[in-house]
């Protein structure tokens, strides 16, 4: 691509598929499902809208600076990025193949359908979260915050090893 | 802040009257959400087991991050050309209007699970309703923080009930953890003139439907923790018009100590 022409909407999410999470790099920002909605102008500037995955993520000024820099270096200068809340960011829109590569990466990916609502279940039975290591359902919770504001700490069972679980949002 | 903001509700159809009423609730959740988080990330390093501390980090993250959401909110609303980073960072001790709860001590970790659970509950069940606000900017922050709130508030009602329902130890702890602090959850629900207005033009929600779903989760929890209801009492109050207890200074003199040293330090 040239800087003098103006880019399709299809390139520039090409291009998004390129700019990972800083946090879990496997996963590509439309893995996350973060970006909401990418919009080419006559004139070439580009709006691309993402969503916080968390109020407090402190990934999402890196994200912004790395789509900047992903498209600068196919000479798109014109770009802004917006942060919309609403909707909310929910882990039901993750990829299917971002779900593989969480638990190719060691980090259980979330059982859908569990988000927010049980959650004044007080002591209440845990989500069943399989474990990536060696697949077995047999884990319990550690506990409900983890290494970062997207996970859970989770133990398995059976092998023994403690890990991950994107949690559900 | 390289990331615009979009959900810009029609800032300009308020009458400069509901704007100031708006601004003055706005900046009361930022704060409140600010000096909590502040509170919780004093336990970094020092919580009890090496989860609860990431818990109470967590938490404190997510605090942080709707305390933005509302400062940029406020900024805008202002119009003033001051920031997020001016309004959390910059202004004195009676211009903040957090309630009293939120400035209160860590003390030991009943005392922290105490009063975390005391505004978890009247938190998430604000963000419940106020997510159907006719303010889009207000709904918009509410659904985002409303789902961490429900994991907060799931955090703190296990550890009241822990902590009651526990050990000799750990009741008489709780015990005295609710005899200070309980005296401050009625603030959260005395609405303010600002908040009386915002209310009757149906922008906030009426305090007296959430003060029943709070007294239901209470009431809840309290079973399962074996404590009794506390009695009736007088309520502390006015830390969301400007009157603080002696310990927001405190917070403010470690808080705004960068920029008051150095003006517009930046990383």
Not at chain 2, 88 to 96: D, F, G, N, T
Request: proline content about 5%.
């Amino acid at each position: 691509m040239v800087a003098t022409q103006v880019p399709t909407e299809q390139q520039i999410w090409l291009l998004l598929e390129e700019v990972s999470d800083p946090e879990v790099p496997v996963l590509s920002i439309l893995d996350l499902g973060i970006v909401r909605r990418v919009q080419v102008a006559a004139d070439g500037a580009v709006q691309v809208t993402i969503t916080p995955t968390y109020s407090g993520c402190p990934a999402m000024n890196t994200i912004a600076t790395d789509i900047r820099l992903r498209l600068l270096a196919e000479g798109i200068t014109q770009l802004t990025v917006h942060n919309q809340l609403s909707p909310a960011w929910t882990t039901d829109w993750l990829s299917e193949a971002g779900r593989e590569k969480l638990e190719a990466y060691g980090i259980a990916a979330p059982v859908n359908g569990t988000a927010t609502g049980h959650l004044l279940n007080l002591f209440g039975e845990d989500t069943a979260v399989r474990c990536p290591l060696c697949k077995s359902e047999h884990t319990h919770l550690v506990s409900q915050f983890g290494s970062t504001a997207c996970k859970a700490s989770y133990q398995c069972d059976d092998c023994q090893e403690p890990f991950d679980y994107f949690k559900c949002h | 802040m390289q990331v615009a903001p979009s959900d810009s509700s029609a800032l300009n159809t308020y009458a400069p009257d509901v704007r100031e009423q708006l601004l003055h609730y706005v900046l009361q959740l930022a704060d409140t959400s600010l000096m909590l988080a502040h509170r919780l990330s004093e336990w970094c390093g020092h919580g009890p087991i090496l989860e609860q501390d990431l818990a109470m980090a967590n938490i404190a993250l997510d605090l942080l991050g709707e305390a933005r959401s509302y400062y940029q909110y406020a900024a805008e609303l202002e119009g003033q050309g001051r920031t997020e980073d001016d309004l959390a960072y910059l202004r004195s001790a009676v211009e903040y209007r957090n309630p009293l709860l939120a400035e209160q001590p860590n003390g030991d970790f009943a005392d922290t699970a105490t009063r975390q659970f005391l505004f978890d509950n009247f938190h998430y069940h604000l963000l419940q309703q106020l997510q159907t606000s006719p303010d889009e900017r207000l709904a918009a922050i509410a659904e985002k923080s409303w789902k961490e709130a429900a994991y907060h508030l799931k955090w703190s009602s296990e550890w009241i009930i822990r902590l009651g329902d526990g050990t000799a130890e750990s009741r008489q702890r709780l015990d005295k953890a609710l005899a200070n602090l309980w005296r401050y959850s009625g603030e959260l629900t005395i609405p303010t003139a600002s908040e009386l207005n915002l209310q009757a033009l149906g922008i906030i929600p009426e305090y007296a439907g959430l003060q029943a779903s709070m007294n239901a989760h209470v009431a809840k929890v309290f079973a399962e923790a074996t404590l009794p209801l506390p009695a009736a009492t007088y309520m502390q109050r006015g830390g969301k018009e400007g009157r603080h207890s002696e310990h927001l200074g405190y917070i403010l003199t470690e808080l705004q100590y960068m920029q008051r040293t150095y003006p517009g330090l930046t990383w």
